[in-house]
């Protein structure tokens, strides 16, 4: 993946690398690659993105070896000037204490966690052209789609396609309702909902007071932020928000989807 997207093809055969380096570790391949290839071959400042980093942490072996060469490379910059023009980037749900497992190992205690917020009024814009001929007002339209979607990035995007698909247009509130709200497990793709849910109850020791927590905020509106484990894991399911020092439902389609009923089936079950 690395070769094609530095363009190393015509340069480096990956294959007869890889042969000659047939007793190296898949972490040390990377290493290596990184240093006498990627570092050699280029001179400007190199950035490897790493997507869906919470999927990582699912795989049925060890990854702290991965997260541990990170930390390598980042401590090298003191050593090797090259070093400094190599930054990685992490995009998933995940915090620090997440990525190195082993509570033997340092932990990844490097790097800088950046918030995602979700869209503003002003910056959503330019989705109106998208529904010039199917709403009268687009403008109107998608502050109602705010309202639902409360500017998250994925709800916001499907909202309008779920519009510019339906053969005739009634009220967003009527299209959350059918397309989003009722029977949302079997209507949820792409996936969204879901893995919101999943994240939630992935931990069987924690969720009680995950769940715990969000009743809380469901009935009172807001609870003071703090870094215990349940608020940290809540906030990073997407639920809710942070919002000066109090978490709040992130928006109406989630408070309509995760409410009280469905906190109530949960317990039940587990």
């Known amino acids: 993946m690395l070769v094609r997207s530095f363009q190393l093809s015509e340069k480096f055969n990956v294959k007869e690398w890889l042969r000659e380096q047939v007793r190296v570790s898949e972490v040390q391949h990377l290493s290596e690659f990184i240093e006498d290839i ?7 400042p190199i950035v490897i993105f790493v997507d869906e980093i919470d999927s990582v942490l699912s795989l049925n072996f060890p990854t702290d070896d991965f997260f541990a060469f990170i930390r390598y490379c980042y401590n090298q910059r003191a050593d090797n000037p090259n070093y400094k023009r190599l930054t990685f980037v992490l995009l998933g749900v995940a915090t620090p204490s997440d990525l190195i497992q082993n509570k033997k190992r ?33 403008q109107a339209v998608l502050k ?26 009634t009220s967003v509130k009527e299209l959350v309702r059918s397309r989003i709200i009722d029977n949302w497990e079997s209507q949820d793709e792409p996936e969204h909902l879901r893995t919101i849910r999943d994240r939630i109850l992935r931990k069987e020791q924690l969720a009680g007071k995950i769940l715990g927590l969000y009743q809380q905020i469901l009935q009172n509106g807001e609870v ?19 919002k000066y020092d109090k978490l709040k439902v992130y928006n109406k389609i989630y408070q309509s989807v995760f409410n009280q009923s469905w906190i109530d089936k949960v317990l039940v079950k587990n």
């Open 38 to 44: 990627l570092l050699t071959e280029f001179s400007q």
């Open 106 to 138: 340092t932990p990844f205690n490097i790097g800088q966690a950046i918030a995602l917020k979700g869209f503003q009024e002003d910056e959503i814009k330019p989705l109106a052209n998208g529904l010039q001929d199917k709403v009268d007002n687009p």
């Open 144 to 169: 109602e789609i705010l309202y639902w979607s409360g500017g998250q990035p994925f709800l916001t995007q499907k909202l309008c396609n779920i519009i510019r698909e339906s053969k005739e247009f």
């Open 224 to 242: 003071t932020s703090d870094d215990s484990r349940e608020h940290i894991e809540l906030r990073l399911s997407g639920l809710v928000i942070e």
